[in-house]
């Protein structure tokens, strides 16, 4: 089932307590992705979201009152990093995701930052990050590495 989103959306600060509910959307969300190239298993879904969970760089993404997503975005290295970025399915499809990107891009230029993250080899997320100008910097395993610089 889509949920039909109007157009509008709100980040939210994250908080420890909130670690479930997003282990949840992160197995919900990746499954498809994850079973597609034989890596999914709940355990490992929840291990990898626990060890690299940032509450203070976490935003919850709603639409209306739904929590409709979340995505990590803060500093590392040379530039901020977006993880996490996950949308409950129901809220796929309908430009939501494009519109998360699009403010965190405006963030990351304002502030003069590249933008750095990691998508799964075989995840649809690829073509999506491309669409906003990051770039191939390498691959560890089944991940690539993708870079944008700051625009002014």
């Known amino acids: 089932m889509t949920i039909k989103w109007a157009g509008a959306f709100t980040f939210h600060p994250a ?3 909130d670690l479930e509910t997003l282990v949840a959307l992160r197995i919900t969300a990746l499954r498809e992705s994850l079973e597609r190239v ?3 298993t709940p ?6 979201f626990i060890e690299s969970f940032r509450p203070e760089h976490t935003r919850l993404i709603r639409v209306g009152g739904a929590l409709a997503g979340c ?7 040379p530039g901020w990093e977006i993880e996490h970025f996950y949308l409950d399915p129901a ?3 309908a430009g939501l995701g494009g519109a998360v990107m699009a403010a965190l891009l405006a ?12 998508v799964l080899r075989d995840s649809d997320a690829n073509r999506f990050y491309a669409r906003f100008g990051f770039t191939e910097l390498g691959r560890e395993g089944v991940d690539i590495l993708y870079r944008r610089p700051a625009r002014a």
């Open 15 to 17: 908080s420890p307590s």
């Open 38 to 40: 034989g890596r999914f």
């Open 43 to 48: 355990e490992r879904a929840r291990a990898r």
């Open 71 to 77: 995505v990590a975005f803060g500093p590392r290295g």
């Open 91 to 93: 809220f796929q499809g």
């Open 107 to 118: 963030e990351a230029d304002a502030a003069g930052r590249e933008v750095r993250l990691t």
